[in-house]
């Protein structure tokens, strides 16, 4: 039936429900499908006036119904969605008027040491048999970052009902991305795979006119595209976010949308009914005369001649043994130790510098800036740590790019050790990514943005723990998200030496083996039961004692180090060595043992 009336037809939607009940009811912080159940005289009402305002379908108000969101039992989530269901089709019952069923993004759920996330398919799909069930029809995915969880679901839909018509939105920067940086364009050619999605677009994120823009730009031929921009941008008055009242100048811009042949328009958060009144009388009064396709005159490609910056990781590809250097960026704003241990490293034939991201949560110079200075300063390659404890995907993003810009072309991508308990009053772990999202994020950046230059990423290997299998596991999920290279926890034990050389290293991955040498007998007990992920076995412990000079003890630590790095060389692709309180010096005499491995 929907099919039928977008053949000769555009269809126009509703628009906000979440700021158009808080403006209509004052409660700014409460999410509206509770409403379904405690005020449906409300939601009745804002259905009512949408579809007098010209509105042809309808969505249900169950955008945010799943238990992550509402944090509730998924038996008063499924409790929402029927009442919010039930209000839909009697405002809705003797007109013809279309409803659909409104999902929005379940968030991901993962701890912050890396673990799996739990998978969402699981609630999408107990959400949508509840629909199913129910002989809905028409689905809308409502503000998506990506395609995965939606290529499943959608699936699952068609499997159970083939005749259902599924709408597939995204939300979009003003630069065309989505906020897990994957372009306008890539999401379309996703999209585009699969055979459950009967219609694509954007919602939310932008105003009419950056939507307007984008849509220009893509080549969506015949394909049915649906479109519902935010009023425009929101601003705060008295800790309230605000939306300008601007039904007119959105009327028209969706007029422009609609030239460009996109058949399903709407709107999302800020617009109220009179800005779908109003859309919907100018479009009606356009339909005899759409504004033509405009033709986009592609940009010259500027070419730039940059001096190339990926000798560590050419290295690498080549089959050449390299060595990386941990050094650790200061608490405060002197940069004189860092540079002169550079300096060092750098004599001492060092391929690259590693600087650690505030390692076990406690704050010190930015990685990357301090990265970009050893670069420019020294002259040597530089792979900063990058985690995802104390930045959300935009400064994450924001941070990649200033590091890009400043031709640092290696990351390593880590989820960061987690604030301490005692801390976390004050300070609150972030944790937006983890690793695998965060490989994932520079995986897509390298294919939209640096495709000529990508940035090399690596990741971490801790082959310490007591199932390293499980370890495994989750490097081959690294090296599918876009991984390259990673660095291994500080090996100890010889069962840990034995799984190097077990790894089936396809593809051109390459693996640089920890080695952290040890300066005292303190020092040696508190890695082993102080720091998570380092086991050092009771036969180099028992090589130390308490009463040991600091000379004896470094050469005893030189010898432990040069010993491992024997008995992994074969194994590894490079050495990684932490540097133990700033003492370069240590590392060096090292590297000079090893030096025909070099």
Not at 114 to 124: G, H, I, M, R, V
Not at 433 to 446: D, P
């Amino acid at each position: 039936m929907i099919r039928e009336y977008l053949k000769n037809n555009i269809l126009i939607t509703d628009g906000a429900m979440g700021t158009y009940y808080a403006q209509i009811t004052g409660k700014y912080n409460v999410f509206p499908e509770f409403a379904n159940i405690n005020e449906p005289e409300i939601i009745e009402r804002i259905h009512t006036e949408y579809i007098n305002a010209g509105a042809k379908l309808i969505k249900t108000n169950t955008f945010s119904a799943n238990s992550r969101v509402l944090k509730i039992p998924k038996s008063e989530v499924k409790k929402i969605v029927l009442a919010g269901l039930d209000l839909a089709n009697k405002v809705a019952q003797g007109k013809s008027i279309f409803i659909a069923a409104s999902i929005g993004p379940i968030p991901e759920m993962f701890d912050k040491m890396e673990t799996d996330q739990e998978n969402s398919l699981d609630e999408y799909k107990f959400i949508v048999d509840i629909f199913l069930n129910s002989d809905i029809k028409i689905f809308m995915f409502e503000t998506f970052s990506d395609v995965s969880d939606l290529l499943e679901i959608t699936k699952y839909i068609k499997v159970k009902d083939s005749s259902a018509f599924i709408v597939t939105q995204f939300a979009t920067t003003p630069e065309g991305f989505t906020r897990k940086g994957l372009s306008n364009k890539h999401i379309i050619a996703e999209v585009k795979k699969s055979k459950s999605i009967d219609a694509y677009g954007f919602n939310c994120g932008v105003g009419p006119t950056h939507l307007f823009n984008s849509l220009k730009k893509l080549n969506f031929a015949d394909d049915m595209v649906a479109a519902a921009p935010n009023a425009g941008y929101p601003e705060i008055v008295h800790e309230r976010m605000v939306y300008i009242q601007n039904p007119n100048y959105f009327a028209e811009k969706m007029k422009d949308i609609s030239g460009l042949g996109v058949k399903i328009l709407g709107g999302c958060c800020g617009t109220t009914p009179i800005h779908i009144e109003k859309m919907s009388e100018l479009i009606q009064s356009y339909l005899n005369a759409p504004i033509p396709k405009q033709q986009i005159s592609a940009k010259p490609k500027v070419i730039i001649d940059r001096e190339k910056t990926d000798g560590f990781f050419e290295k690498m590809r080549k089959g050449k043994f390299v060595i990386a250097v941990e050094l650790d960026p200061p608490f405060n704003a002197d940069t004189d130790l860092i540079l002169q241990n550079a300096w060092i490293c750098k004599d001492h034939g060092v391929d690259a510098i590693t600087i650690a991201d505030s390692p076990m949560a406690r704050a010190r110079a930015d990685s990357i800036m301090i990265a970009a200075k050893i670069k420019r300063e020294v002259g040597i390659e530089v792979l900063p740590h990058l985690c995802c404890r104390d930045k959300n995907l935009n400064a994450l993003k924001s941070a990649l790019l200033a590091g890009y810009i400043e031709n640092i072309r290696n990351v390593l991508a880590i989820t960061g050790d987690p604030v301490a308990i005692a801390d976390k009053n004050d300070i609150k772990g972030v944790f937006n990514l983890n690793s695998m999202k965060l490989i994932q994020l520079i995986s897509t950046m390298n294919k939209e943005l640096f495709p000529e230059d990508p940035i090399n990423v690596g990741g971490a290997l801790n082959l310490n723990l007591l199932k390293p299998e499980a370890e495994l596991a989750k490097m081959v999920k690294k090296i599918n998200s876009g991984a390259t290279f990673f660095l291994t926890q500080p090996i100890f034990e010889d069962y840990v030496i034995n799984i190097l050389r077990l790894i089936n290293k396809n593809d051109g991955i390459k693996i640089l083996g920890g080695i952290m040498p040890l300066v005292s007998y303190k020092n040696a007990l508190f890695l082993n039961n102080e720091v998570a992920g380092i086991k050092i076995p009771e036969r180099i412990i028992n090589k130390y004692n308490s009463n040991m000079g600091k000379d004896e003890a470094e050469i005893i630590g030189i010898e432990i180090a040069v010993e491992i790095a024997n008995k992994i060389k074969e194994s590894v692709d490079g050495f990684y060595f932490i540097t133990p309180f700033n003492r370069v010096e240590m590392i060096m005499k090292i590297i000079k043992k090893l030096k025909c491995f070099h």
